[in-house]
Structure formats: C-alpha cells, structure tokens
C-alpha cells in the first residue's frame, strides 16, 4: 500500500504543474522592425487591417494591422508614411475574454513576452468590469540608442559641408564646415518608438566665393561619395562628380 501511496502523492504533484503555453507570437523579434518586416515575419497570419484605438494609440497619421493566429490576435500600430511600428497590443481571445491576474504569466507566454525585458515596456489593459483582469497587453519598444556616423571621401578638394538631425520636424543636430575629405563626424541619436528622426548630408565642391577672380578650378577627374552610417551599417550614399549631392535616411 505505501507504493501506492507514493504514486498517488505523484500524481497529484504533477498535476499542479502544468506546462506553459507554446508561443503563438514571438514578439520581442518584432521590436524594432518596420510594418513590411512585421508583415514578412508574421506571413500565415490571417491579416486585416482595423481602426486605430485612439485611448491606445493617440495620435494623428497612424494605421493598424490585425494579425490573428489560434483564435489570438496581435494589432501593430504604425505609421503609414514611415512604415515605423510605435505600439503592438495582444488580445485575449474572445472566447476567454480576460483574464485574471494570476495567470498573467501564461497569457504573457503566448507572445513570448517577459516584464523586465529592456527592450519594450507591457502595459495591461484592465477588464472595465472585472477586478484584478485584463483583456489585452500593450507593448511600446523602449528608445533606442544609436552611433550615426557622416563621412564625405573622395578627391581631396575643399568642399562645403553640411549635415543636420531632425527629430519631429525639428532640429537636434545641424552643422556646415568647409573641409577636405576624408571627412567624418559622429552624432549620438536616441530615437523613440513614437519619433520620426531623419538623418541629412549634403556636399558640393567649394571652389571659392562667386564671381571671384581667384576661383580654383575643379579637379577634372573630382569625384565624392557621401555617406550615412548608423552603428556602423550605410544606411544611404550619394556620389558626386563636381556638383551638389544629398543623401539622407530615416531612423
């Protein structure tokens, strides 16, 4: 009998621990990609695209897509004319319709999202008519810090510089210099979920002031590449045999 004992005491044990739920999203793989790669990582994915929640994602000019996978879905807020994703919200299924505080752990589970990840922030959203349940988890990618390099090469001629950071319309880095290449400068740029930050490098030989007698003449084989690196990756380049050339790029 106290084998039998023993067995049932087991039983018992196991039963209490069941085994967390599968992934149905992986989440934190999404953070940082725009809505085409959003798109491409979730394809198989019934898709829609739905209004925007003003309470959860305020704001002007933004778009939502409706990804549903195993009764789930998962609504990716962006913005259309820069493909950035500011905000994903994962719903409890209809059928559960929330849930409780206890098992926040299993529902957080689907998405394969944990509370103290760096990368975003979770916000539940509570059940207007149950205590202590939610009926969905808002996740905001947190900033993100990045090294933004501007590098002018080419034939070592003086040319006219200049390059700018705009972060919402406005200015948080700009400068103009005349300098001989090989030039470069770098800018530290910490950009936010919901920030439009586009970078900016222009360049033309400067072969001195209008009109001017002593004007040099252009090289005749001149030749310029600018160049914008963001963490060590080119991001956008423009090439110049003797006039203006601009290239920019988008954080």
Known sequence: MAWLCWLVLILAGTGCHRPPPAPVFDIPSLVGKNIDEVSA?????????????????????????????????????????????????????AKTGS????????????????PNDPRYEL???????????????????N????KVTFRITGTEFMCSIAYSVRTNGSDVKTEQTLNVPKWETDV??????TD??????????????????????????????QQILVDGKVVAEAHSSGFQAICSAQL
């Open 99 to 114: 849930v409780k505080e206890d098992d926040k752990a299993a529902f957080l589970q689907l998405g394969n999202l944990k």
């Open 143 to 146: 900033p993100v810090s990045h």
């Open 123 to 141: 916000e539940l959203n509570e059940d207007p008519n149950l205590v202590f349940h939610f009926t969905s988890v808002k996740i905001t990618p």
């Open 196 to 225: 439009d930050t586009v970078l900016t490098l222009q360049a033309m030989p400067f072969t001195g002031a209008a009109y001017s007698v002593e004007r040099t003449p252009l090289p005749a084989n001149f030749q310029e590449t």
């Open 188 to 193: 530290d740029v910490t950009v936010a979920a």
């Open 41 to 93: 990582a979730l394809r198989g994915a019934k898709v829609s695209e739905g209004p925007v929640d003003a309470q959860q994602a305020p704001g002007a000019g933004l778009a939502q897509r409706i990804f549903r996978r195993q009764e789930h879905t998962l609504a990716v807020t962006f913005k259309p004319a820069s493909k950035k994703v500011t905000a994903l919200q994962l719903d409890v299924d």
